[in-house]
């Protein structure tokens, strides 16, 4: 056992930033349409003056996050995934602007679950949850087939049974 | 009903014959139509209040429906109580029940984590209680309830549950003598002048104002008061003084409600505890026991209200795996308001297991600096709309100001840590204070997140999850990132 835990290395799939990329886009449209349709509105159904500037403003805002998510966002989060899987813990490490580590017990591990949406199975990956009584936690964007080699480990370290979704 | 059950136990044996299903106590039925009353009482006095009282057409109708529905519920109640089953065997409870469709249920004891017993003023009249065990599951599956029992049963029960778990250890730990479990020692009794003390030092106190405004409000209606109060309210109204003694007169009328009201939730209240269970019991007209087993309390929780803790009185939560509904009494409350020192004392002996007040490490300079430099969205957005829609109150923006700059420093000033290995503690909190203390194989997961402001301190916000329902994140921002890590490194390692 090593004096000090070292910070988490292996990092996710690059594929997964044109899936967010996606994901984000297809999640700011509804959004954008709204906020435009009620620009649309109060102008034509001549709402009070200052609704319309309010809108505008949320509009900008809306458009501004929008392609943050789209463009920036994707790019800096699959560069810093960081995930470490020994037989003692689980730890992980991710977020840009706010970093965030987390470090789960082996034996703490209740249950482990992957998932996968239509646009990750078109690139063969998956998301892999990792249960423990108090609360869950996902490693995106996996290949398959590294995912399922760490689900087998964690299921026989942490002698739990596994399930797939 | 018949009661077939014998109960023979030796050390180590444990015989519980049961030869028929109990069902519950007959006066169920009765309890069951009454509450199905609750459901309709509202509509009910709501249409009385529209047709009015002397619509006779409308009287005979609507006793009518209220016979048939009595009828009907008694049908359903009736139902309900003929086809509700329970059988305790030595492995598990069996539970059949249903009014049209049957459906059975077992738990085995061992899931069952605690035992609550609560007794409404209902229960008492007829020597009645309900137990309620709680497992481990999640949501609908987690509760099973046996509504209404006589008490003589409900120990029964317990006992039986208790000797069921004894036995279970025993095999487990493998102890060639019995197990001697201790008497119960009580630890803590609240006595009134405690209540009172709380009472006094309770926010709740100024919310009872405005519910007593609005009771005499009611009462103005009812009565037609204004004719009197005419002459009186034109006094009130031009003299501030008048204003003041009021609010001063409702105030300390407000005490004696809130004493009640305080009297009748922990009047009673006891913790004792054995080797390995703790006891709590509280309540005058409905009283509730909850029995929680040592072994499942993962933290404990200190809570200091604004208030309360100038006057050095504590609440003290039990974070465990055994939280029971929602809708219960709060039942992971060990102690609702102590002595900071009596609490101090009568921990170690509660659970020996935990160790709390340990050396406390406060924040750096920087973290203050953080606190304050960070910009308040709430100051800047009300201020904002201040000053477009109320420019003449524009000095609220400051008073808010100088409310955030001191709350911030409040929550730099009351935060703390400390870690003596395998305990560690963390303190937290603005208006109030909370400390929370957890041991090392307790905690489920630790977290650190980092923001871009406090990656240019060197600062760190740490998170500490502990097992319970729902989890337990205790939490500390702007703590050193080295000292963050050496709590990360400390857990990681076994």
């Known amino acids: 056992m090593t004096d000090t835990i070292d910070e988490p290395q292996q990092s996710i799939s690059k594929e997964a930033v044109k899936i967010w990329r996606l994901t984000a886009f297809l999640n700011q449209i509804p959004l954008l349409a709204i ?19 309010i809108l505008y403003i949320l509009l900008a805002l809306i458009l501004l996050r929008a392609i943050y998510k789209i463009f920036i966002y994707p790019v800096y989060l699959q560069k810093t995934w960081r995930y470490d899987i020994t037989d003692q813990q689980i730890q992980l490490k991710y977020g ?41 936690h996902e490693i995106p964007a996996l290949p398959e087939k590294e995912a399922i080699e760490i689900r087998t480990r964690i299921a026989s370290q942490a002698n739990i049974k596994d399930s797939d979704e | 009903m018949s009661e077939m059950g014998n109960r023979i136990d030796n050390q180590n044996e444990i015989k519980y014959k049961v030869d028929a299903p109990k069902r519950m106590s007959r006066w169920w039925v009765f309890f069951l139509i009454i509450k199905s009353f609750r459901s309709i009482i509202i509509p009910l006095v709501i249409t009385i209040f529209a047709n009015g009282w002397e619509d006779f057409d409308f009287l005979t109708l609507l006793v009518i429906g209220i016979i048939l529905f ?32 049957k459906q059975q249920r077992s738990i085995s004891l061992d899931r069952i ?27 609908d599956e987690s509760t099973h309830k046996l509504e ?39 630890h803590y009794e609240m006595s009134p002048k405690d209540i009172f003390f709380a009472t006094l030092t309770s926010v709740s106190l100024f919310a009872i104002i405005p519910v007593m405004l609005t009771v005499i409000n009611q009462v103005d209606d009812f009565l037609n008061l204004e004719k009197y109060s005419k002459a009186l309210l034109n006094a009130l109204e031009n003299s501030m003084f008048i204003i003041a003694v009021l609010g001063v007169f409702l105030f300390i009328l407000a005490i004696p409600i809130g004493f009640l009201t305080m009297y009748f939730r922990y009047g009673h209240y006891r913790v004792t505890s054995d080797e390995k269970r703790i006891y709590i019991k509280k309540g005058i007209l409905n009283q509730t026991e909850f029995t929680i087993s040592k072994e499942k309390v993962n933290g404990i929780v200190f809570k200091k209200t604004f208030i309360r803790r100038w006057f050095g009185l504590v609440e003290v939560d039990l974070v465990s795996t055994g939280e029971l509904e929602q809708d219960k009494v709060e039942t992971d409350l060990l102690f609702p308001f102590i002595g900071e020192k009596r609490a101090r004392l009568l921990i170690p002996e509660i659970l020996p297991s935990f160790t709390t007040g340990l050396t406390k490490e406060k924040l750096p300079k920087k973290s203050l600096l953080i606190k304050l430099i960070r910009p308040s969205y709430l100051w800047m957005i009300s201020t904002g709309a201040l000053l477009y829609f109320w420019i003449d109150f524009w000095f609220i923006s400051l008073i808010l100001f100088v409310l955030i700059v001191l ?80 709590y990360y490194q400390w857990y990681g390692k076994r």
Do not use: C
């Not at chain 2, 003589?152 to 000797?163: L, P, V």
């Not at chain 2, 409040?410 to 935060?415: A, E, G, K, N, T």
């Not at chain 2, 980092?450 to 994140?473: A, M, Y």
């Open chain 1, 35 to 53: 906020a435009g349709g009620m620009i649309y509105a109060s102008d034509r159904f001549g709402w009070v003056e200052w609704i319309g500037m």
């Open chain 1, 96 to 136: 840009a602007l706010e970093k965030t580590f987390v470090l789960v017990p082996m034996t703490k591990v209740q249950y482990v679950n992957t998932n996968q949406g239509p646009l990750l199975r078109r690139y063969g990956l998956l998301n892999l949850a990792i249960g423990t009584m108090a609360s869950t």
């Open chain 2, 70 to 101: 009595i009828l009907f519920r008694t049908i359903l109640a009736f139902l309900s109580w003929w086809n509700f089953k329970y059988v305790f065997t030595d492995d598990e409870l069996q539970i059949t029940e249903g009014r049209f469709v």
């Open chain 2, 113 to 139: 984590q605690s035992i609550q017993q609560n007794t409404t003023i209902f229960h008492r009249l007829f020597k009645l209680t309900t137990l309620s065990f709680q497992t481990a599951a999640q949501g």
């Open chain 2, 148 to 186: 209404m029992v006589s008490i003589k049963e409900a120990n029964r029960i317990k006992d039986h549950i208790n000797d069921v778990k004894e036995k279970d250890r025993q095999e487990i730990e493998e102890e060639a003598e019995g197990e001697f479990t201790l008497a119960p020692s009580k």
């Open chain 2, 407 to 486: 709350l911030r420093i409040m929550s730099y000033v009351q935060s703390y840590h400390g870690l003596e290995n395998p305990f560690i503690e963390l303190q937290s909190g603005m208006f109030s204070i909370e400390r929370f203390a957890t041991k090392h194989r307790k905690i489920d997961m630790i977290a650190m997140k980092e923001s871009w402001l406090q990656r240019r301190f060197g600062l760190v916000t740490l998170i500490v999850s502990v097992r319970s329902k729902p989890v337990h994140h205790a939490t500390i921002t702007d703590i050193p990132k080295e000292a963050a890590m050496r």
